[in-house]
C-alpha cells in the first residue's frame, strides 16, 4: 500500500512523474476547517449566528415587499 502524500500521474506518453498529491492536502485542510466550523460550540455557534442571520434577512425582504405592495397611492 502506498502513503497517501503520493501521486502517481501518467502522461499520454507512457511516462510516470510521482510527486506530493497537493489536492489531498488541499482536501485535509478543507475537511479540518469544515470540521472546526461546523461542530462542537463553535458550530453550534455559527448555526445560531447564521439563523438569525437569514432570519432578519427575510423579515427586512417581506416588510420591504409588503410596503411597496400595500403602499397608498
Same mark, same amino acid.
Given at each position: 500500500?502506498?502513503?497517501?502524500?503520493?501521486?502517481?500521474? !501518467?502522461?499520454?506518453?507512457?511516462?510516470?512523474?510521482?510527486?506530493? *498529491?497537493?489536492?489531498?492536502?488541499? *482536501?485535509?485542510?478543507?475537511?479540518?476547517?469544515?470540521?472546526?466550523?461546523?461542530? %462542537?460550540? =463553535?458550530? @453550534?455557534?455559527?448555526?445560531? =449566528? %447564521?439563523?438569525? *442571520? =437569514?432570519?432578519? @434577512? @427575510?423579515?427586512? =425582504? %417581506? !416588510? @420591504?415587499?409588503? !410596503?411597496?405592495?400595500?403602499?397608498?397611492?
Amino acid at each position: 500500500m502506498q502513503p497517501q502524500d503520493v501521486s502517481v500521474q !501518467y502522461s499520454r506518453w507512457e511516462e510516470v512523474s510521482v510527486g506530493a *498529491a497537493s489536492g489531498v492536502e488541499e *482536501a485535509s485542510s478543507c475537511e479540518g476547517l469544515s470540521r472546526r466550523l461546523c461542530s %462542537g460550540k =463553535l458550530g @453550534v455557534t455559527m448555526k445560531v =449566528l %447564521g439563523g438569525v *442571520a =437569514l432570519f432578519w @434577512v @427575510v423579515f427586512i =425582504l %417581506g !416588510y @420591504v415587499t409588503g !410596503y411597496f405592495i400595500h403602499k397608498c397611492k
